[in-house]
């Protein structure tokens, strides 16, 4: 009769008669008898199948409960109450009877363990399942991970996760692009990874989305906790498209106790602008509704909102649906996952210039639009405590119609107004994994992974040329790419103190094919060591890592206007990306955390859009040579400047990461640091752009860093988030608009290293914003939120990028 939390730096499962000794009987339903065999699984996870077990109904209060903390059990036919006590021994709940089948955790003084050593709450207990296929400890994690939770997330309007995660996970930076751009833009991963397509691999509930970048925001009631790891580490697991990093959105799949609950809110605003004489009005309503228990439960969620014209012509509209399933069995849990978005926007022009191209796209009246689907499920079989088997299957598709190319510092001859990119891209994944817990935890245990993954992403762009009074429209044919892949994986642990951890993934991914090899091979090798001194944990940890992208992407295929087809017929070089993090990792029970790592990548084949002088009609790349010299002066009307993609060469990222909470009574504080030194290394042989050796990359910020503070006290709660990016190199957009459409100027002068000339250094931009919420009384709150408060309405990440000024929103809660 066995079962504990880890508690120092051992995890068994130790005895614990005499922490019962003075209970002798329990009242119906914790009488009933019931077995438990698990070590290393979350506390949620253990109570659910104890509830099923005992055919109970299980409620209690999430807030009161560390429900994502380990725990190790080992029991037979004891009583239900003091299987309950063993597993929540420590915590400040007690188990009750509540007639019938219903069982409560009601608050309580947490009990003393009779000379035990207390439980102390430990940040890496947590269990996480990023990096394993399997729910794991943090603590044997050998890179740096960060978790948001579905409430931080919730403090930002209209659930921004661009925002949320700028804030809360060192290294990341997303710009905080126009509301009307329905794709995120990424300014550093631990600096760049692509050239207008950096961005990690993303998975909901484990299912691969396929198009990263459409996840711009997420439903906060919907979200349990997001997981982050940065760099190409997570790809021995993930595979090919994992070069910067991994992150997975965890949906919440608990129950309502007493019948069906509902959350409503709805919240209302005004975003101020310096270029139309009224403010935008900003709206975002949700409702959330759960039923069920620990054993069977489900969810659904709605969402719409949107903004008006911040600026004239523009407005963007979504709307979310959401749904979600869980059942749990004594051997068996499944969930099923599912979610619907629809996004519409227009964004004619950007106030800040007006040439002959913006004048043309100000005529335009068709939207942007997006639309997204992820269905899917997963099933964990428990063969016994020491086998696990897991198998995920899901789907995933968007279609992306008239989205405006910007990833392009000049216009193109292709479409010498507008021309704008989308298509159609669909992923279905299966992916089947068996995990073994061998040795004995107390010495020597190991954990081994074995994987196959099978996925099939079929994807078909759509091309319109658009110029005035007319519209073009190609559709390309649908593309197929097969991918097959084994992952073997091993974590060996010493005395629950030190870790190794070494993966491989063998994949065949057909988009490779040409004269690169189809078939890649992504290891991950790392090591850790960690000791608790009472509530002191120090950790120390190194890992490496490769990664790869394909050439052709739906990201590429369908969000860029690409119509010489060249992603597919240039045979470019894959990007790839390896290297090294190490890093120490301080944790105070949940009171103190500090984490600092240092990171050194190289990336090479990087996919450039490089600008030339075409010299003929039809020609589907640079001249011979690659000449690019025409010195008579050129109306905009008669300009001959074309896009090649290109392999650029070498880039090294190297930086430093760091991360500080802490928690004083009522009071939480949080800050972010992050520096990255991005390069250019080498370039490769013919390249005809305009990046040099030695050069910064651009649009990668060389600082970023972000302070937080949240204040709760009583039935009030306050926040205060300032954020900010220090220095980075961009094009002078204003002035390359105003030189294409002067006719004295020369196309050789807009293309090439004469780029470099239009190179323009931005100093920084800082984001603040802030809320006060209240609790009326039971289930009504609402809550007073400032968006952008310095009221800076441009700047990043160039100078002709339009955002919504100073907004201030009133919004309400009810849960009924």
């Known amino acids: 009769m066995l079962a504990s939390s880890s508690a120092g730096a051992q995890s068994t499962c130790s005895s614990s008669n005499a922490f019962l000794a003075s209970v002798t009987t329990w009242s119906p339903p914790l009488d009933r008898r019931v077995s438990l065999h698990a070590r290393d699984i979350s506390l949620r996870e253990a109570l659910d199948r104890l509830a099923t077990e005992g055919r109970i109904r299980l409620s209690y209060t999430t807030e009161a409960i560390p429900l994502d903390s380990r725990v190790c059990a080992s029991f037979d036919t004891i009583n239900l109450g003091e299987a309950l006590s063993l597993l929540l021994r420590g915590a400040p709940v007690v188990p009750v009877t509540a007639g019938g089948e219903n069982v409560v955790l009601a608050p309580s003084q947490p009990l003393q363990n009779n000379g035990e050593p207390q439980r102390i709450p430990r940040i890496l207990d947590r269990v996480v399942v990023t990096g394993s296929a399997i729910e794991a400890p943090a603590r044997r994690l050998t890179v740096a991970m960060n978790v948001v939770s579905g409430a931080q997330l919730s403090r930002y309007s209209e659930g921004n996760l661009a925002q949320a995660l700028s804030d809360a996970v060192p290294g990341i930076w997303i710009w905080q692009s126009a509301p009307t751009s329905l794709l995120a833009h990424y300014g550093s991963i631990r600096g760049t990874s692509s050239f207008g397509s950096s961005y990690p691999k993303i998975y909901v509930d484990g299912i691969e989305l396929a198009n990263p970048l459409l996840i711009t925001q997420f439903t906060p009631e919907a979200v349990e906790r997001i997981e982050v790891i940065r760099g190409p580490q997570g790809a021995a697991l993930y595979g090919s498209d994992a070069i910067s990093g991994v992150i997975n959105i965890v949906t919440r799949h608990d129950g309502s106790s007493g019948g069906p609950s509902t959350v409503a809110r709805s919240a209302v605003g005004a975003a101020s602008s310096a270029y139309v004489p009224r403010s935008a009005v900003t709206q975002d309503h949700a409702v959330t509704v759960r039923e069920g228990s620990s054993a069977q439960s489900g969810s659904m969620s709605f969402t719409t909102g949107g903004v008006g014209e911040y600026v004239p012509g523009a407005f963007v509209r979504h709307t979310t649906g959401s749904a979600g399933f869980r059942l749990v069995r004594s051997r068996i849990i499944a969930t099923a996952t599912g979610r619907i978005l629809a996004s519409e926007s227009a964004d004619p022009f950007s106030p800040l210039f007006r040439d002959s191209v913006s004048t043309a796209r100000a005529g335009l009246t068709t939207p942007e639009s997006v639309r997204e689907y992820t269905f899917g499920g997963s099933a964990t079989v428990i063969q016994s405590e020491h086998w696990s088997h897991v198998i995920v299957a899901g789907l995933d598709g968007s279609r992306l119609s008239n989205l405006a190319d910007f990833h392009t510092p000049l216009p193109s001859v292709s479409a010498p107004d507008l021309g704008t990119a989308g298509g159609t891209a669909n992923l279905a994944t299966l992916r089947v994994s068996s995990v073994a817990k061998l040795g004995d935890p107390d010495n020597v245990g190991t954990t081994l992974t074995f994987s196959g993954e099978n996925s099939l992403l079929n994807y078909r762009p759509k091309l319109d040329t658009l110029s005035a009074g007319s519209s073009e429209a190609v559709v390309q044919p649908v593309l197929r790419r097969w991918t097959t892949a084994g992952v073997a994986q091993a974590n060996v642990s010493w005395r629950d103190a030190g870790y190794l951890t070494g993966g491989l993934r063998v994949e065949r991914n057909d988009a490779l094919a040409g004269d690169n090899s189809t078939i890649s091979v992504l290891p991950m090798i790392g090591a850790a060591v960690l000791h608790d001194y009472g509530p002191l944990t120090v950790k120390l940890r190194s890992a490496y890592g490769r990664g790869i992208r394909p050439a052709t992407t739906p990201v590429r295929e369908t969000g860029w206007f690409d119509p010489h087809e ?115 290394r080498r370039v490769a042989r013919g390249y005809l752009g305009d990046l040099r050796v030695g050069d910064r990359m651009l649009e990668v910020p060389a600082k970023t860093g972000s302070l ?45 290293q004469q780029l470099r000339n239009y190179w323009l250094r931005y100093s920084g931009v800082t984001r603040l914003r802030a809320s006060l919420g209240r609790n009326l009384f039971r289930g009504l709150s609402f809550t007073l939120s400032g968006e952008n408060l310095l009221n800076r309405q441009h700047g990043e990440p160039d100078n002709i990028t339009v955002v919504p000024g100073r907004t201030l929103s009133f919004g309400i809660k009810a849960a009924l």
């Open 566 to 680: 060249q992603a597919r017929q240039l045979n470019l070089s894959p990007e790839e990306q390896s290297g090294i993090e190490a890093g120490m990792d301080f944790f105070v029970g949940k009171t103190f955390g500090f984490q600092v790592t240092r990171f050194d990548q190289l990336a090479s084949g990087l996919i450039q859009r490089v600008a030339y002088v075409n010299y003929g009609a039809g020609t589907q790349g640079p001249p011979p040579g690659g000449g690019t010299s025409r010195s008579e002066p050129i109306g905009r009307e008669d300009r001959h400047i074309d896009y090649v993609l290109q392999n650029v060469g070498e880039i090294t990222n190297r930086g430093w990461e760091l991360k500080s909470d802490v928690t004083i009574a009522a009071l939480s504080l949080a800050g972010t640091f992050s520096t990255v030194d991005s390069r250019v």
């Open 708 to 752: 937080a503070a949240v204040l709760t006290g009583g039935s009030w709660t306050g926040s205060v988030t300032a954020s900010r990016s220090w220095d980075w190199i961009n094009y002078d957009r204003v002035a390359l608009a105003g030189a294409f459409s002067n006719s004295v100027q020369t196309d050789s002068a807009l293309v090439g």
